[in-house]
């Protein structure tokens, strides 16, 4: 393997993901960046260290200090070839297996040109290997919630002081699935089923009813965490009173709970998930104020974090994660409709500017789809928008905005969602949906059932659409499957 040139702090972190068996659907959903991307990357990065194979490039990732070997695991890593000459890398769920023993190849005293006397070769299996992802968010004891490689040396130790581990490895598996046997077998004993607030609303049982956020408010932030599964709503107002409460929603036991209080009470403030944290930029505090505080929470410690201030206050703007980053669209700045983008970058936490708007626009609905970023509607400073606009991925300071077909009408407050090739907006005030399709730029309406409940504050979790409703509709919690899977038997 060669060193010539060294990989970027992007192409650690991934090449310390594909380490630890993240696949690359994995990697794209812990790192908000696409399948497309991660392939790039690992191109990339095979090419600059002279590797071939996920196999290869997690031994150069052990012997360079990225990972330790206990984070690898004595376990199978999914080694699907990735060729830097052809340009083909494996998608994250079809990934060809290659049972090999990483940690006994990355402790080999034996040089790299003869792996083979130095690798432990796993029995084969037809079936397909299940590979547990290991967050790349991993927060360390450090005043700064982003995680940083690991970056000290690795001893190296001979190939033969790892096999009695191999050998317990092994063993234990076996009685794991030994007592998973056993207890998968039928037992007399009843089963208490305990009943949830869902309630179909849809023949087509695509909508439901959950159980509402037990403090409706006004003007909150949300979000969904893909990495456990659950909603947050931050901050909004009620009866003119700004709150700082944080609510978490488990769409697997149909339950809300309180946690810590922001830092900061804040209404009109959005809210993304990056990189296993929550952000909350901007917002306007219990005095009205416009802020350019950054505050971020950390789901599994609990706590918040305060970021760097934006480079101006801002509320009522738009906010998505794209490619690693966060970009904060338009706004207000407490006297005017604002159409600067700014872009966040949490490895190097600093902020930049991005593409400006073509117009000035607050409350902007956004998404990502097709590799790109999506702006629709939204207020401008002649009222509700139709304009819809989208721009590419880079770093390129000339990128523009590009212009796509207007909606059909005019929506102040759209809730828009990206699925792969379509967009999905739905219309609050006229109870209305409309789908967005990328290739044929066109807008058709989508047919919602009369007791659906729709909000302009939705937000797509795994497969479902959750719209959380404000004071009015008593913070009134619906979902919509969006996307559905449906199994056809094999032979």
């Not at 037992?187 to 849809?202: A, E, F, H, M």
């Not at 339950?255 to 296993?276: E, F, Q």
């Not at 970023?373 to 880079?394: H, T």
Request: one cysteine or more; glycine letters at 8%.
């Amino acid at each position: 393997m060669t060193d010539e040139h060294p990989i970027s702090e992007r192409e650690r972190e991934i090449l310390r993901l594909v380490a630890t068996g993240a696949t690359n659907q994995q990697i794209a959903v812990a790192l908000n960046i696409s399948v497309n991307t991660v392939k790039v990357h690992l191109r990339n990065i095979f090419a600059k260290i002279g590797v071939e194979s996920r196999t290869e490039a997690t031994v150069y990732a052990i012997r360079a200090g990225i990972v330790a070997v206990e984070e690898t695991g004595i376990s199978t890593i999914n080694d699907a070839e990735t060729s830097s000459g052809s340009g083909s890398t494996e998608s994250g769920g079809a990934e060809a297996k290659d049972h090999t023993n990483v940690a006994s190849m990355a402790l080999s005293e034996s040089s790299m040109s003869s792996p083979a006397s130095s690798t432990v070769t796993l029995p084969d299996s037809s079936e397909q290997s299940t590979v547990t992802l290991l967050s790349a968010c991993d927060t360390s004891a450090t005043s700064s919630p982003i995680a940083k490689p690991i970056t000290s040396p690795l001893p190296v130790t001979s190939a033969p002081r790892v096999l009695p581990w191999l050998i317990g490895g092994i063993a234990l598996v076996a009685l794991t699935i030994t007592i998973l046997v056993v207890n998968a077998r039928p037992s007399n004993l009843p089963i208490t089923v305990t009943p949830t607030s869902q309630l179909v609303v849809s023949e087509q049982q695509r909508w439901f009813v959950r159980q509402s956020l037990g403090e409706p408010r006004d003007d909150f932030a949300l979000t969904g965490y893909d990495l456990e599964r659950r909603l947050y709503v931050v901050g909004g107002q009620r009866n003119g009173v700004v709150s700082a409460a944080v609510d978490r929603y488990d769409p697997e036991t149909d339950r809300w709970v309180k946690l810590i209080d922001k830092p900061t009470a804040v209404s009109h403030a959005r809210a993304i998930t990056l990189r296993g944290l929550i952000f909350v930029p901007g917002g306007e505090d219990s005095t009205g104020v416009v802020i350019d505080r950054l505050e971020i929470y950390d789901p599994r410690e609990q706590r918040w974090y305060n970021g760097p201030a934006l480079p101006a206050p801002r509320s009522r703007y738009a906010l998505a994660a794209w490619e690693g980053q966060l970009y904060l669209i338009g706004g207000w700045d407490g006297q005017t409709i604002r159409s600067e983008v700014f872009v966040y970058d949490p490895v190097r936490e600093r902020w930049e500017s991005g593409p400006t708007l073509p117009q000035p626009r607050r409350y902007a609905g956004v998404a990502v789809a097709s590799g790109r970023l999506y702006v629709i509607g939204g207020e401008g400073v002649d009222g509700a928008l139709r304009d819809s606009a989208w721009v590419e991925p880079g770093t390129d300071p000339r990128r523009r905005w590009i212009a796509a077909t207007p909606l059909p009408q005019a929506i102040s407050r759209p809730a828009v969602v990206g699925l792969s090739s379509m967009l999905l907006v739905f219309d609050d005030e006229r109870r209305e949906g409309l789908t967005y399709d990328i290739d044929a730029d066109a807008w058709t309406h989508l047919r919602l059932p009369v007791e659906a409940r729709i909000s302009a504050d939705a937000v797509l979790l795994d497969s479902s659409i959750y719209f959380v409703g404000n004071t009015r509709s008593y913070g009134m919690l619906s979902e919509y499957r969006a996307l559905y899977v449906i199994f056809i038997p094999g032979r």
